[in-house]
């Protein structure tokens, strides 16, 4: 990611502002590297030039962006307009299948943010089915997370959660990085405390924890570190 923002950097300033996949692009930048009102700002620019152009395809994709940046930002509502509107947009467009399954993701979690579980269950379930059928393991993965954290912090489904989580930690036992299945065992050891299965956390927290320790992820390991101690 850095790497892109260093190239976007480098590009004439002209070119970056006249170029409407640009301003996108360097606008997910910044709201994933935290500056969300900035990275806003660009993607707004770039909307109201894909507008212009009649770009479907640039609009949908900077919709979904968005969709994301209203979401750090708490500003749910708006997330799940951009989101319907991308969904609209890509419904009946072949070319535009992968812009169309990333909307259905970000629709369910927008409804987890506003508090319809249920619903956003529904959206994500669709979303990982799409992912599925173009082998999008990594968003496949991401997926399987959010749904467990649907099924247990929204819906109080503990089994279905559970569910999920092993099947994606058992995806990911070859495609997933270091840091990721550290997280994901963390959330799993917890769910397993919850449900009072303590052999099972406790495996769950030193397996993570291995991982942790491995690839650096401090944040996770003092998580892990915590739920080993409980």
């Known amino acids: 990611l850095l790497t892109l923002k260093s190239w976007l950097d480098n590009l004439p300033e002209r070119l970056r502002q006249s170029k409407a996949e640009l301003l996108s692009l360097e606008g997910a930048v910044f709201f994933v590297l935290g500056s969300v009102t900035q990275g806003l700002a660009l993607i707004n620019q770039a909307e109201i030039l894909f507008r212009a152009k009649g770009n479907l395809h640039g609009l949908a994709r900077t919709l979904v962006r968005r969709t994301t940046a209203y979401q750090y930002s708490g500003s749910y509502a708006e997330a799940l307009s951009d989101a319907e509107e991308a969904l609209k947009l890509t419904k009946n467009e072949p070319t535009l299948t992968d812009v169309n399954t990333d909307a259905q993701r970000s629709k369910g979690l927008c409804l987890y943010y506003l508090g319809q579980g249920s619903q956003a269950v529904k959206w994500l379930q ?46 990911g036992k070859e495609t997933g990085s270091l840091a990721w299945r550290a997280n994901l065992l963390n959330n799993l050891g917890v769910l397993y405390h919850l449900q009072a299965k303590y052999e099972e956390a406790i495996q769950a927290f030193e397996a993570g924890l291995d991982f942790a320790q491995q690839s650096g ?3 996770v390991e003092v998580a892990l570190l915590i739920g080993l101690g409980d």
Request: hydrophobic residues 50%.
């Open 126 to 171: 669709k979303a990982l089915e799409g992912y599925a059928q173009f082998e999008r393991t990594a968003n496949m993965l991401i997926v399987l997370m959010e749904l467990g954290m649907v099924y247990e912090q929204a819906l109080g489904n503990f089994q279905s959660a559970q569910v999920v989580y092993e099947k994606a930690l058992n995806i």
């Open 217 to 219: 992820y401090i944040r």
